[in-house]
């Protein structure tokens, strides 16, 4: 019998998330962001899920591949762009879409030779101070750009910093606005927080992310709880065993929790090595049987172990939900010190995965 631990992920959520989001921008079309193994989920589990978008955004090659090899005949956004002058010979082979962010890539594609015009997103640093043209040099970048034949279509990009928090887009939208005064073409801004929260925005594609996986850009689950989006994926495992704990027994490495009493607790199938934070404090919560308990003691590499005070009819077997439908991977994450997007993304190979239709 294998390992009771499994990740589910709900395509019927997925797509139904998707849905949301275009309610929430009905003008715009969606870039869905499949970066970094689709947020934990898998490239290749995801694209049924997300069949009806209008492209996808990821920034390895590897996946963009997978997808056109899946059938993918859409768009695909490379967010980060190429990374050398040798990439341009695959972005023109699977006709992908590329960022461009600095002065060698508007050199490099002026010596590549495509088959065909190469669409490009050029990036606008509007404050994030990550990738990006300052917005002073975006119009002489655009007009570089324009001139190359080599070059199809151009949108303009960004990425907020703060539309997740209270700090919002005005000052981000005053840098963008200026940059692009003089500019035609379509603009691409909105990220996950931007496209629930700030319309303005939208423009004419937007680029959610965390919220296609039921998460909440802000890592407060509240924030998102009557938005209509559904968690995707549910970790899940049982119990192994248990144990009977005295006042003042000790459990887990360093005996970080010690016992004010008499106690119970259950031994799980998950640890570090499956993705679960070993940073997650003792009280860190966790569905067992059907009810709300807390973790106890350290984080171990294939093991926790949990309280069953809560939930004394609990015993070996019992189904146990590390964040999914019951628990949100925000609450959990929160605990933890944590975001969301870094639990779901850190959900290791050896994990099982089960598609539910």
Same mark, same amino acid.
């Given at each position: ?215 909440? $850009? =802000? *890592? ?11 968690? %995707?994926? &549910?970790? +899940?495992?049982?119990? !192994? ?39 997650? $404090? =003792? *009280? ?11 973790? %106890?003691? &350290?984080? +171990?590499?294939?093991? !926790? ?53």
């Amino acid at each position: 019998m294998p390992r009771p631990i499994s990740a589910t992920l709900s395509l019927s959520a997925l797509s139904n998330n998707l849905q949301v989001i275009r309610r929430f921008a009905p003008h715009s079309k969606v870039w869905s962001v499949v970066k970094a193994n689709a947020y934990g989920h898998g490239v290749e589990h995801v694209l049924q899920g997300l069949s009806s978008t209008d492209g996808f955004g990821l920034l390895d090659f590897k996946e963009a591949i997978l997808l056109r090899e899946s059938g993918w005949q859409g768009p695909i956004l490379l967010l980060e762009g190429f990374f050398s002058p040798a990439d341009l010979e695959a972005i023109d082979q699977y006709r992908l879409t590329t960022a461009v962010h600095s002065d060698w890539q508007i050199d490099a594609i002026k010596q590549a030779k495509p088959s065909a015009p190469i669409n490009v997103y050029l990036k606008i640093n509007s404050g994030m101070n990550r990738l990006g043209f300052k917005p002073e040099r975006v119009e002489a970048a655009w007009h570089a750009l324009k001139a190359l034949p080599q070059v199809g279509e151009i949108t303009l990009m960004s990425h907020f910093a703060h539309a997740d928090g209270p700090e919002g887009v005005e000052g981000q939208m005053a840098q963008i606005l200026a940059a692009g005064a003089n500019i035609s073409g379509p603009r691409s801004l909105a990220n996950s927080a931007a496209t629930l929260w700030y319309p303005d925005t939208h423009y004419d594609w937007i680029r959610p992310g965390i919220i296609l996986y039921g998460a909440s $850009p =802000s *890592g407060k689950w509240r924030d998102i709880a009557d938005s209509g989006l559904k968690p %995707v994926m &549910t970790l +899940s495992t049982e119990i !192994i065993g248990t144990q009977q704990l005295q006042a003042g027994d000790r459990v887990g490495y360093s005996g970080r929790y010690r016992a004010s009493g008499e106690q119970r607790i259950g031994i799980i199938a998950c640890g570090y090595a499956d993705g679960y934070p070993r940073h997650a $404090p =003792s *009280g860190t919560p966790v569905w067992v049987d059907g009810v709300m308990t807390q973790t %106890v003691g &350290t984080v +171990s590499m294939d093991m !926790i172990m949990v309280d069953l005070t809560p939930c004394p009819q609990a015993a070996i077997g019992s189904k146990v939900e590390l964040w999914g439908a019951n628990l949100p991977v925000d609450d959990v994450a929160t605990v933890a010190g944590t975001l969301g997007y870094e639990l779901l993304s850190a959900l290791a190979p050896r994990v099982p995965v089960t598609i539910v239709e």
